[in-house]
């Protein structure tokens, strides 16, 4: 059974189009993530949500908007996509507190074109 | 920037030998630290984490050394495999946040 589960795990669009990705976890975590990583395999946070509470929110474009509709969902939509937004982006999950283990799904690769 | 950073950005072995995988931080106020592993195509694997009030934590093949006096965090693997070969990300939280900071990471080559 995948912990951290996330689709799709391929995504080409084209500019300007709307994309969502879906995340799921069954470790029964309270605090759920979104990772960016770069075409340098930079990874960087973009949001954190606790107990469907958004917890962190990184200078990420407004475009971006997570929406956990319960603690073992976390979602993330991209509306008008640009060339930019083109990356690895990791679904993860711990439990709530510092110094837990935070789990990486497989990620989704999207691609703009 | 970012706290976290790494010495090598590329590191090659022969399997049967050991590696270090070095990592420097910045922010004294960084408390834990982990060591994530990633495949090609997948996501990070944690490997073993170190909490600040240690120096010094085993794991199955691995160690993790940290520094705190000259802010420096290492991976040791013993008896290097080709299963190794992977990029190697140091990270950290800091002062109690549940914020994820990771370092630029390391290519881990293992030659047969």
């Known amino acids: 059974d995948t912990a951290v589960s996330q689709t799709p795990k391929y995504l080409v669009t084209q500019m300007g189009n709307d994309k969502s990705i879906k995340c799921e976890q069954n470790?029964?975590?309270?605090?759920m993530y979104w990772y960016k990583q770069d075409s340098k395999k930079f990874l960087k946070i973009m949001f954190s949500?606790?107990?469907?509470?958004?917890?962190i929110n990184e200078t990420v474009p407004n475009r971006f908007s997570p929406k956990s509709p319960d603690k073992a969902h976390l979602n993330l939509h991209i509306n008008s996509l640009e060339l930019g937004d083109s990356a690895v982006y990791f679904c993860?999950?711990?439990?709530?507190?510092?110094?837990?283990?935070?789990?990486f799904g497989e990620g989704s690769w999207l691609t703009v074109v | 920037g970012e706290s976290v950073g790494l010495h090598l950005p590329t590191l090659s072995v022969q399997e049967g030998d050991n590696s270090i995988i070095n990592c420097a931080y910045s922010?004294?106020?960084?408390?834990?630290f982990i060591w994530y592993k990633q495949e090609s195509g997948k996501g990070p694997q944690f490997i073993i984490d170190?909490?600040?009030?240690?120096d010094k934590r085993q794991g199955q093949r691995v160690t993790v050394l940290l520094n705190k006096t000259v802010k420096h965090l290492s991976l040791q693997i013993a008896a290097t495999q080709p299963g190794d070969s992977a990029v190697y990300f140091c990270?950290?939280?800091?002062?109690?946040?549940?914020?994820?900071?990771f370092g630029k990471g390391t290519k881990l080559t293992v030659n047969p």
């Open positions: 470790l029964g975590h309270d605090t």
């Open positions: 170190i909490r600040s009030n240690m």
């Open positions: 949500y606790n107990n469907k509470e958004l917890i």
């Open positions: 993860a999950s711990s439990r709530t507190g510092s110094g837990n283990t935070i789990y």
């Open positions: 990270a950290d939280t800091q002062g109690g946040s549940e914020k994820l900071v």
């Open positions: 922010n004294s106020a960084s408390d834990y």
